[in-house]
């Protein structure tokens, strides 16, 4: 059935008799009714007003109507709900949720809106270190940093016993001509090469760095910060570090070692350390000639390197057949055998590492970690960590406030989409904000038991 349609009035094909018809008269509405746990989320770890502590603002107050707050809250929330692009806030800068989220709802001019543009939020994305004449805004790296950790360590009412940092490089394509521009062999483009460390699900460090350096380049000394604030606040807690065989490497290893601090790392295969476990690879070779399955032999002996190491450590290796083709595979580690024998520490240790790969995930997938296209490395990194802030947001989202939920393991992305992006019509009065959301959402009581922990925990 053909449609009419007016300036004012849409029509449909008729239901059960009834005339179908749309228009753009709902007043205020908004699809992101939901993310007001964003905002009892920051309330509750009070993430917002300490990253903007670390901006500085040299601007005259004025001469200007969006603060450093605004514009930090503003881009940390927006990414969280899926708005990657500066050029998205031309338009989400009307949104009243949005508003109520960053604490703006009216702005102090008549030709301003309540919240800043791509052009306002650029020049913020633009800071450095220091400020100069046409870059008031600047920034302290050391105190962004810092506060990642800070987080992690207060998301724990007490120290645990023990902690597994898991450190990993990924591929971040270069979008043009931009500065730290290299052509990455293994990744097969230009790319950056950034560092993440997680512990679990907590972010602790977003490096980005230039794709020509070694995977473990600078790994040391991000690291050594990071372990020594965490040993500030929990000095008997025993630390395990975690990686592929790109970090293995002796500087990490050695300092490690000369600290106190356990690793478990990968290690690639050569001849000499084939020969180690050639007879094992034969008793997996018969047995799966046998079977038919794939079979598993593991050996536990010291090892050296030629000339690389300065002494002999501790190597599992894993001699496996699967479908007649063998797949030898070694890590070298500080725990000893009493501490985890060989199949323990390969199959339940190090090979739990791989779930730091679906963290990455969400950060690069869910969050556009990797929109890194500016002209600058330092406008990039400011970037990464907007983005690395907002996974902070979602995480303690889902730690505090979804725990005892269907979503206390879902995906950064998978929360977005089924607790945030809800329907409402918004009403501004002079006493109250009231946003009506949709009466068929279908995960209501999530939504309700996750208001309710916020709350309680903001309170606090």
């Known amino acids: 059935m053909p449609t009419e349609c007016s300036a004012k009035t849409f029509a449909f094909a008729r239901v059960e ?18 993310s007001l746990l964003l905002g009892a989320t920051d309330r509750a770890i009070r993430l917002v007003d300490r990253i903007a502590g670390c901006f500085a603002d040299h601007r005259r107050s ?44 009216e702005a102090g001019r ?29 920034h302290d790296p050391q105190a962004i940093e810092d506060l990642f950790v800070t987080l992690f360590t207060e998301a724990h009412k007490k120290a645990p016993k023990q902690i597994i940092l898991d450190l990993d490089a990924t591929d971040d394509p270069i979008h043009g ?6 052509f990455h062999g293994y990744y097969d483009g230009y790319c950056y090469l950034p560092l993440y460390i997680f512990c679990g699900r907590h972010l602790l460090a977003a490096r980005l760095r230039r794709s020509n350096i070694d995977g473990a380049a600078g790994a040391r000394e991000e690291v050594e910060r990071i372990i020594a604030q965490i040993r500030r606040s929990w000095p008997r807690t025993r630390i395990l570090l975690r990686a592929d065989s790109g970090f293995c490497r002796e500087e990490l290893m050695g300092w490690c070692e000369a600290n106190k601090v356990d690793y478990l790392f990968g290690l690639a295969k050569n001849k000499r350390l084939t020969a180690e476990i050639g ?33 002999r450590r501790r190597v599992v290796g894993k001699a496996e057949v699967t ?21 323990r520490l ?43 802030m907002a996974y902070v947001l979602l995480c303690a989202l889902r730690r505090i406030g979804l725990c005892f939920t269907q979503f206390a393991r879902a995906s950064c992305g ?35 038991l996750a208001h309710l922990a916020l709350r309680t925990a903001a309170a606090r």
């Open 17 to 34: 008799s009834r005339s179908v018809v749309a228009a753009f008269d709902g007043g205020a509405v908004t699809s992101d009714a939901g």
């Open 62 to 105: 004025d001469l200007i109507e969006h603060e450093v707050r605004t514009l930090v809250s503003q881009r940390i929330f927006g990414i969280a709900l899926g708005y990657e692009d500066l050029c998205d806030h031309d338009e989400s800068r009307h949104d009243p949720v949005m508003a109520t989220l960053v604490g703006k709802l």
């Open 110 to 138: 008549r030709d301003c809106a309540p919240l800043a543009g791509k052009s306002t939020l650029n020049r913020l994305e633009l800071s450095r270190p220091e400020p100069t004449r046409y870059h008031k805004i600047s």
């Open 177 to 182: 001509h931009q500065e730290g521009r290299f």
């Open 279 to 311: 007879h094992e690879l034969a008793e997996a070779t018969d047995e799966s000639h046998r079977t038919g399955k794939p079979a598993r032999r593991f050996k536990d002996f010291m090892w050296c390197t030629l000339d690389s190491w300065s002494r």
């Open 323 to 343: 479908q007649g083709d063998t797949n030898p595979r070694f890590v070298v580690t500080s725990l000893s055998s009493t501490e985890a024998e060989a199949r």
């Open 346 to 388: 390969y199959e339940k240790i190090y090979c739990a590492r791989g779930e730091m790969e679906n963290r990455i995930k969400e950060c690069q997938a869910d969050l556009f970690a990797d929109r890194t296209s500016t002209a600058t490395m330092r406008a990039n990194q400011l970037r990464l960590w907007f983005a690395s």
């Open 414 to 448: 998978t929360i977005r989409l089924k607790l945030l992006k809800i329907g409402a019509r918004v009403t501004v009065s002079v006493r109250r904000v009231k946003v009506a959301m949709a009466s068929a959402y279908p995960w209501r009581d999530e939504w309700e």
